[in-house]
Each structure stands twice: as structure tokens, then as C-alpha cells.
């Protein structure tokens, strides 16, 4: 045997749908589409929310209820094991965590959270903690002040 000879398993191409083409193929003229209507014409793309001009769902229902949502607090969030980065007696305070690019924006405030240990003996000043956050900082001799 060459690789010259070798064969694919019958059955293993099929050829490929050719649309459009003469009679035999059995996708002459409209090309398996239909006769007219949106979904006949090339490009034609219908999100699945159309209703064929029929007022949309969404629409007809009446709008009901409040949602909270506009009026949601989003907090910067840092865990005490990143606070490592400051000396001894620092006070760290939410500017201070901005210049140093360890949050990106302030948001609503600052939370800090109790994942990995402190190290260092610290003031820290922030908006929210976590109850395992400020157990972790109370260990380390830190203190913690909410604003």
C-alpha cells in the first residue's frame, strides 16, 4: 500500500449541495427557498423577536413594578492579603489605594474582603468589611475604621 492509493471510505464525502443549478439537482430556480416572501430574498435576516409587524410583545404588556436596580451600591473591592504592599503604621485609605492602582475606581466605596492574611500592622480605613476581614485585621494588631 502507497499513500498513492489510498481511498476514503465510501460514504465518507458527500457532495456538496449545489443551489440553483438545472433540473436533476432538485434546487432549480427558487433554489429550495419558496416562491416570494422576506425569507426568499438574499440577505434576508429576521430576529427571532419580529412578529411580521404585529405589535411586539414587549410592547403590548403593560410596564408594572419598581426595581431597585437604578438605586444599587457598587463597592471597589480589595482583600486584606493584598494590604501586605504597605509599611508598618500606614494609614490606608481609599486615595491611597487608588494612587497605588490597586483599585481602579472608588464606586460607591471600599470593601474589604477576608481573603489571604495580614501581615503588617496597619490602619485601614474603608467603607464596608467583611466580618472574616475585619477578624483577620484585629489578629494581625491592625485596626479597622469605617467611614
Excluded: C, W
Excluded at 476514503?8 to 440553483?20: F, H, L, S, Y
Excluded at 416572501?37 to 440577505?43: A, I, L, V
Excluded at 471597589?76 to 504597605?86: D, H, Q, R, S, Y
Amino acid at each position: 500500500m502507497e499513500l498513492n492509493n489510498l481511498m476514503k471510505n465510501p460514504g465518507a464525502t458527500k457532495a456538496r449541495k449545489r443551489v440553483g443549478r438545472g433540473p436533476g439537482s432538485g434546487l432549480g430556480k427558487t433554489s429550495g427557498r419558496g416562491e416570494n416572501g422576506q425569507k426568499s430574498r438574499s440577505g434576508a435576516s429576521i430576529s427571532a423577536v419580529f412578529e411580521g409587524g404585529q405589535t411586539p410583545l414587549f410592547r403590548r404588556l403593560h410596564k408594572r413594578g419598581f426595581s431597585n436596580a437604578r438605586f444599587k451600591r457598587e463597592y471597589a473591592t480589595i482583600n486584606v492579603g493584598e494590604l501586605n504592599k504597605f509599611n508598618d503604621g500606614d494609614v490606608v485609605t481609599p486615595e491611597l489605594l487608588k494612587e497605588m492602582g490597586i483599585i481602579k475606581k472608588q464606586l460607591s466605596g471600599v470593601k474589604v474582603l477576608g481573603n489571604g492574611t495580614l501581615e503588617k500592622k496597619l490602619t485601614i480605613k474603608a467603607h464596608r468589611f467583611t466580618q472574616s476581614a475585619i477578624t483577620k485585621i484585629e489578629e494581625s494588631g491592625s485596626k479597622a475604621e469605617v467611614i
